[in-house]
């Protein structure tokens, strides 16, 4: 097909092509946005109680917009926007430069996180209305917005959004209802994302609205604030796009994406809407908030578990992998309080277990046409001082598998506290902040916020931001670690023909409380068309669900030879941005003032997090979430059926309320001698919502270094953060397992040359620390590059030969389809794809780590029902490690590092780097692999309040 000619921009056909200085001078925005130096005092000290000790850092940088100038500039000369990598290096830096961190150095790795800005360090102010400005500090670029009237800061704080994030926001709107690849392109990645995505929050304009008044009906005064709030941030947002539109100065992925004609400024970018916000707020929850789901892939291993053994030791067998309460599980409140939640009752009811060879998925996609059916390419015809610029967004915007279903959410986020009865100063430190993955820009934006009522600094996601999310106060700080409890169930609906008849497993009426009634279906109609950005061919689908009173459809089966249908169900569906009253009440210094406070705010956010407080008094953890009642003796790890006596205490589906878990019975905890959270488990008897929280978990990496800085005494903030740094350079297998595995093999002497030589060079990395770590800053090199790659290479070997013989294939494979056998920094896993830098957070080093100490003779706690490795002989065991291990051997690094985009066959290094996912035109160099959270506080009050 004759490629098609897109209209760009005089700019790009004219003398501009010549990439003359004027074209590369950075247009108003972010990076230059129209204002005046000011003059005077800027900094917050009357409100300020950190004292220069509070810090922060959010790579790549706070700048996110890009016009098309300075994208093509970018792909041409390598240059960036301003302040859209600056904090890039110190954060890079820390991997090398933790081991003589001191506290007078910290700012070397993070910025100063003070209240406003430090005189002669303003770079510009802008006045987007009378009653606010946005002060921008030189250095980093950050909005410092401070208000007269509450509306002017919320205005301010969404103007200074769309300065910042204005294509990002549009971008994850447009993700939020379904409709990614009109907007972005219909690219592969585009597609299976957006399907991923969408039947996990289905809505209508109407639904979305309904949330709105919902929050403004019910909650009080704090909830028609919040709602006046979003207004003003969306009104804020809504003038920049205005004025950045008509200025030119918009990001450069409108006119590549064929939203704006370059030489006409003809086109538009859309309005926002307060529903965009609550689209968004599904985005975010999905990505990090929720918890459960999955319990009909549940169901089939446990089935295949059945299958093999028999019901009882099937069953057995099935829950010692489930691992619900592992007592060895490291856990945050580690002190023996119990909290019991989502257990396994003593004999469930209800229980809705599939009729073997029965389940299908439901179809979700239909209608499929063009590029959409034959994935061709065809691209237009570009300027040729654009071909730089062509087919950008030909993988992708974002992974397909971002938002994959069931109860293993993505990597995400730390926090390591201490207190102040064990600090050098007597007063609590903390090292804490999100894991959202690497992207540019940053899903993640900083600011800080000063009006009536509002006082703080720290981040937001971006389109949601009225209120800081995780930061500090005046005097306190806060973050989250993603908890994912079970707040997600799967009912199973019997079917019905509402006009009478036989029903079948594809029937669309379901009996409620007695009642056949008809499901209703939702779609989504998506087309597109090849870009300048995406080369993908003209095509077009319809996507479909079906939404019950229990929730959406997922698989269709029979039971007892009934069909039925399984459909999944949230407690946060139909809530989305319920949580924006905790998170209101996080930024109110009229509110918060202590502990006890913080921990009331927490309880008003529905999404399932972990939140740590620090104060100059106290340190403090809640778990939040809408924990839903459940009935009776229910077993919430597998599907139940769809009947009155079954279903959540006080359910009404027509909000989708129900009675939930009081804050007594939620984890929390005041002043224990110290936290870490790294998404392991919270307490004791808190069940766990899915596969791999066992004996060994990542949360290992932070608990055993926390807890000896703990007992020795004098923990300072350097201290602290160099455990977390020493943390996220080490392999959690080479630290917690190899030891084990070191055991078994050299329980008689390797003869073999080339396996004793592994075996010398696995011991020395064991010894050194099990580091991934360069040389030195810059060398690119691990200091036991050997050993490294021969772990990698070994360990879904072992895993395969230790447990598959005893398993079979069918249930080892249902097992591992529940749970992967490894997440080492080089595999494609984590919220960007490969290169995310999250790791080890599943895994099943725990079973691994259990079996070989049976093996060994030790001590097991909640063992699995079997010894697996050898079948439990020692010898066996040893022969079936050392085979894989000289399997292992053999493979050369350009097997075990294949290569991508980014990286040579063999780049050891480079395979675990990470490397920000481009959501714009923008892109950055890799930098080393850090297990890390993405935007850090290290924070220490010295000072309270009065």
Same mark, same amino acid.
Not at 276 to 299: H, K, P, Q, T, Y
């Given at each position: 097909?004759?490629?098609?000619?897109?209209?760009?921009?005089?700019?790009?056909?004219?003398?501009?092509?010549?990439?003359?200085?004027?074209?590369?001078?950075?247009?108003?925005?972010?990076?230059?946005?129209?204002?005046?130096?000011?003059?005077?005092?800027?900094?917050?000290?009357?409100?300020?109680?950190?004292?220069?000790?509070?810090?922060?850092?959010?790579?790549?940088?706070?700048?996110?917009?890009?016009?098309?100038?300075?994208?093509?500039?970018?792909?041409?000369?390598?240059?960036?926007?301003?302040?859209?990598?600056?904090?890039?290096?110190?954060?890079?830096?820390?991997?090398?430069?933790?081991?003589?961190?001191?506290?007078?150095?910290?700012?070397?790795? %993070?910025?100063?996180?003070?209240?406003?800005?430090?005189?002669?360090?303003?770079?510009?102010?802008?006045?987007?209305?009378?009653?606010?400005?946005?002060?921008?500090?030189?250095?980093?670029?950050?909005?410092?917005?401070?208000?007269?009237?509450?509306?002017?800061?919320?205005?301010?704080?969404?103007?200074?959004?769309?300065?910042?994030?204005?294509?990002?926001?549009?971008?994850?709107?447009?993700?939020?209802?379904?409709?990614?690849?009109?907007?972005?392109?219909?690219?592969?990645?585009?597609?299976?994302?957006?399907?991923?995505?969408?039947?996990?929050?289905?809505?209508?304009?109407?639904?979305?609205?309904?949330?709105?008044?919902?929050?403004?009906?019910?909650?009080?005064?704090?909830?028609?604030?919040?709602?006046?709030?979003?207004?003003?941030?969306?009104?804020?947002?809504?003038?920049?796009?205005?004025?950045?539109?008509?200025?030119?100065?918009?990001?450069?992925?409108?006119?590549?994406?064929?939203?704006?004609?370059?030489?006409?400024?003809?086109?538009?970018?859309?309005? %926002?809407?307060?529903?965009?916000?609550?689209?968004?707020?599904?985005?975010?929850?999905?990505?990090?908030?929720?918890?459960?789901?999955?319990?009909?892939?549940?169901?089939?291993?446990?089935?295949?578990?059945?299958?093999?053994?028999?019901?009882?030791?099937?069953?057995?067998?099935?829950?010692?992998?489930?691992?619900?309460?592992?007592?060895?599980?490291?856990?945050?409140?580690?002190?023996?309080?119990?909290?019991?939640?989502?257990?396994?009752?003593?004999?469930?009811?209800?229980?809705?277990?599939?009729?073997?060879?029965?389940?299908?998925?439901?179809?979700?996609?239909?209608?499929?046409?063009?590029?959409?059916?034959?994935?061709?390419?065809?691209?237009?015809?570009?300027?040729?001082?654009?071909?730089?610029?062509?087919?950008?967004?030909?993988?992708?915007?974002?992974?397909?598998?971002?938002?994959?279903?069931?109860?293993?959410?993505?990597?995400?986020?730390?926090?390591?506290?201490?207190?102040?009865?064990?600090?050098?100063?007597?007063?609590?430190?903390?090292?804490?902040?999100?894991?959202?993955?690497?992207?540019?820009?940053?899903?993640?934006?900083?600011?800080?916020?000063?009006?009536?009522?509002?006082?703080?600094?720290?981040?937001?996601?971006?389109?949601?931001?009225?209120?800081?999310?995780?930061?500090?106060?005046?005097?306190?700080?806060?973050?989250?670690?993603?908890?994912?409890?079970?707040?997600?169930?799967?009912?199973?609906?019997?079917?019905?023909?509402?006009?009478?008849?036989?029903?079948?497993?594809?029937?669309?009426?379901?009996?409620?409380?007695?009642?056949?009634?008809?499901?209703?279906?939702?779609?989504?109609?998506?087309?597109?068309?090849?870009?300048?950005?995406?080369?993908?061919?003209?095509?077009?689908?319809?996507?479909?669900?079906?939404?019950?009173?229990?929730?959406?459809?997922?698989?269709?089966?029979?039971?007892?030879?009934?069909?039925?249908?399984?459909?999944?169900?949230?407690?946060?569906?139909?809530?989305?941005?319920?949580?924006?009253?905790?998170?209101?009440?996080?930024?109110?210094?009229?509110?918060?003032?202590?502990?006890?406070?913080?921990?009331?705010?927490?309880?008003?956010?529905?999404?399932?997090?972990?939140? %740590?407080?620090?104060?100059?008094?106290?340190?403090?953890?809640?778990?939040?979430?809408?924990?839903?009642?459940?009935?009776?003796?229910?077993?919430?790890?597998?599907?139940?059926?769809?009947?009155?006596?079954?279903?959540?205490?006080?359910?009404?589906?027509?909000?989708?309320?129900?009675?939930?878990?009081?804050?007594?019975?939620?984890?929390?905890?005041?002043?224990?001698?110290?936290?870490?959270?790294?998404?392991?488990?919270?307490?004791?008897?808190?069940?766990?919502?899915?596969?791999?929280?066992?004996?060994?978990?990542?949360?290992?990496?932070?608990?055993?270094?926390?807890?000896?800085?703990?007992?020795?005494?004098?923990?300072?903030?350097?201290?602290?953060?160099?455990?977390?740094?020493?943390?996220?350079?080490?392999?959690?297998?080479?630290?917690?397992?190899?030891?084990?595995?070191?055991?078994?093999?050299?329980?008689?002497?390797?003869?073999?040359?080339?396996?004793?030589?592994?075996?010398?060079?696995?011991?020395?990395?064991?010894?050194?620390?099990?580091?991934?770590?360069?040389?030195?800053?810059?060398?690119?090199?691990?200091?036991?590059?050997?050993?490294?790659?021969?772990?990698?290479?070994?360990?879904?070997?072992?895993?395969?030969?230790?447990?598959?013989?005893?398993?079979?294939?069918?249930?080892?494979?249902?097992?591992?389809?529940?749970?992967?056998?490894?997440?080492?920094?080089?595999?494609?896993?984590?919220?960007?794809?490969?290169?995310?830098?999250?790791?080890?957070?599943?895994?099943?080093?725990?079973?691994?780590?259990?079996?070989?100490?049976?093996?060994?003779?030790?001590?097991?706690?909640?063992?699995?029902?079997?010894?697996?490795?050898?079948?439990?002989?020692?010898?066996?065991?040893?022969?079936?490690?050392?085979?894989?291990?000289?399997?292992?051997?053999?493979?050369?690094?350009?097997?075990?590092?294949?290569?991508?985009?980014?990286?040579?066959?063999?780049?050891?290094?480079?395979?675990?780097?990470?490397?920000?996912?481009?959501?714009?035109?923008?892109?950055?160099?890799?930098?080393?692999?850090?297990?890390?959270?993405?935007?850090?506080?290290?924070?220490? %009050?010295?000072?309270?309040?009065?």
């Amino acid at each position: 097909m004759r490629p098609r000619t897109v209209r760009l921009r005089t700019l790009m056909a004219g003398a501009a092509l010549a990439l003359g200085a004027g074209l590369l001078a950075p247009l108003p925005g972010a990076g230059a946005a129209p204002g005046q130096p000011a003059a005077g005092k800027e900094r917050e000290e009357s409100t300020d109680y950190c004292e220069g000790r509070c810090a922060d850092i959010l790579p790549p940088g706070a700048g996110g917009n890009a016009t098309l100038a300075e994208i093509l500039s970018h792909r041409v000369l390598g240059t960036k926007p301003a302040h859209a990598d600056d904090q890039l290096g110190p954060y890079d830096a820390l991997s090398s430069g933790y081991p003589s961190l001191t506290d007078d150095r910290l700012t070397e790795f %993070f910025d100063d996180a003070s209240f406003g800005v430090r005189d002669g360090q303003v770079a510009s102010v802008t006045r987007p209305r009378d009653d606010v400005t946005i002060t921008r500090d030189k250095k980093y670029g950050i909005p410092h917005i401070k208000g007269t009237t509450r509306y002017g800061t919320e205005f301010g704080a969404g103007y200074a959004a769309g300065q910042d994030r204005l294509w990002l926001i549009d971008l994850f709107r447009h993700i939020g209802r379904g409709q990614l690849t009109p907007f972005a392109g219909g690219a592969p990645a585009n597609q299976g994302l957006e399907q991923q995505f969408w039947p996990q929050a289905p809505y209508t304009e109407k639904d979305l609205e309904k949330q709105v008044e919902y929050i403004r009906a019910t909650q009080g005064e704090r909830g028609r604030q919040a709602m006046e709030d979003a207004q003003a941030y969306i009104d804020g947002l809504n003038a920049y796009r205005v004025k950045a539109k008509n200025g030119r100065y918009f990001p450069g992925e409108y006119v590549l994406t064929g939203k704006i004609d370059a030489i006409t400024n003809a086109g538009e970018i859309e309005p %926002f809407k307060v529903t965009d916000m609550i689209a968004l707020a599904s985005v975010v929850g999905g990505l990090f908030g929720n918890g459960g789901g999955g319990e009909v892939e549940s169901a089939l291993s446990l089935l295949k578990a059945q299958e093999k053994y028999g019901v009882e030791k099937g069953t057995k067998v099935w829950e010692s992998f489930r691992a619900r309460n592992d007592p060895e599980a490291v856990q945050t409140i580690h002190d023996g309080t119990s909290f019991p939640y989502a257990g396994k009752p003593e004999a469930a009811r209800g229980t809705a277990l599939p009729d073997p060879g029965s389940v299908e998925r439901e179809q979700l996609v239909y209608d499929r046409e063009g590029g959409a059916k034959t994935g061709a390419k065809d691209p237009v015809k570009a300027p040729k001082k654009l071909k730089p610029l062509q087919g950008m967004y030909d993988k992708g915007v974002l992974p397909a598998d971002l938002f994959r279903p069931g109860g293993h959410k993505k990597g995400m986020s730390n926090a390591l506290l201490v207190s102040g009865k064990h600090t050098a100063s007597g007063n609590p430190v903390a090292v804490f902040g999100p894991q959202t993955g690497y992207f540019a820009p940053q899903l993640l934006m900083q600011q800080e916020l000063q009006g009536p009522g509002i006082s703080a600094r720290g981040v937001s996601f971006a389109g949601v931001g009225m209120y800081v999310q995780l930061g500090r106060g005046q005097d306190y700080a806060w973050s989250a670690t993603s908890a994912g409890q079970d707040i997600t169930d799967t009912y199973a609906v019997e079917l019905c023909e509402p006009g009478g008849g036989t029903p079948t497993k594809q029937s669309t009426g379901y009996l409620y409380r007695g009642t056949c009634t008809p499901m209703e279906r939702l779609e989504r109609k998506n087309s597109w068309k090849p870009t300048l950005a995406d080369s993908t061919a003209a095509g077009s689908y319809r996507m479909q669900v079906f939404r019950t009173k229990y929730g959406v459809v997922t698989h269709r089966a029979s039971l007892d030879g009934k069909p039925v249908a399984y459909v999944s169900l949230r407690s946060t569906y139909r809530h989305e941005a319920d949580s924006i009253i905790g998170f209101q009440m996080l930024n109110d210094p009229g509110y918060v003032k202590d502990a006890a406070s913080f921990m009331k705010a927490a309880q008003h956010i529905s999404y399932a997090f972990n939140w %740590f407080y620090a104060d100059s008094r106290d340190i403090a953890y809640y778990n939040s979430g809408a924990n839903p009642e459940r009935a009776a003796d229910i077993d919430p790890a597998l599907p139940v059926k769809a009947q009155q006596a079954y279903e959540w205490r006080d359910f009404d589906p027509e909000n989708n309320t129900s009675a939930q878990t009081p804050p007594a019975e939620h984890p929390h905890s005041v002043n224990q001698d110290y936290y870490i959270s790294w998404n392991n488990k919270q307490a004791k008897d808190f069940s766990t919502a899915g596969f791999g929280v066992s004996a060994v978990h990542r949360g290992d990496l932070l608990d055993g270094r926390v807890k000896k800085l703990t007992e020795e005494g004098g923990v300072t903030r350097a201290s602290l953060t160099r455990a977390m740094s020493e943390a996220a350079v080490t392999d959690l297998r080479g630290e917690q397992v190899l030891p084990e595995l070191l055991k078994i093999v050299r329980s008689k002497p390797v003869t073999d040359p080339r396996l004793a030589q592994a075996v010398q060079q696995l011991e020395a990395w064991r010894k050194a620390g099990a580091q991934r770590n360069q040389t030195a800053a810059g060398s690119k090199a691990y200091a036991h590059p050997d050993a490294v790659r021969v772990m990698d290479a070994w360990w879904p070997l072992l895993i395969e030969a230790e447990f598959k013989p005893g398993l079979g294939k069918e249930l080892y494979d249902a097992l591992t389809a529940q749970l992967a056998t490894d997440e080492a920094p080089s595999a494609g896993h984590g919220p960007t794809g490969a290169h995310a830098g999250s790791a080890f957070q599943y895994g099943w080093w725990g079973y691994a780590d259990k079996d070989l100490r049976k093996v060994l003779g030790q001590p097991v706690k909640g063992e699995l029902a079997h010894t697996y490795c050898g079948d439990g002989k020692l010898d066996a065991c040893r022969d079936a490690l050392l085979t894989t291990l000289a399997q292992a051997v053999a493979k050369p690094a350009t097997e075990v590092y294949p290569g991508d985009d980014a990286c040579k066959p063999g780049d050891q290094w480079c395979a675990d780097a990470i490397i920000h996912r481009a959501l714009g035109g923008i892109t950055h160099k890799p930098v080393q692999w850090q297990n890390r959270p993405t935007y850090q506080q290290v924070v220490e %009050f010295p000072r309270h309040r009065p």
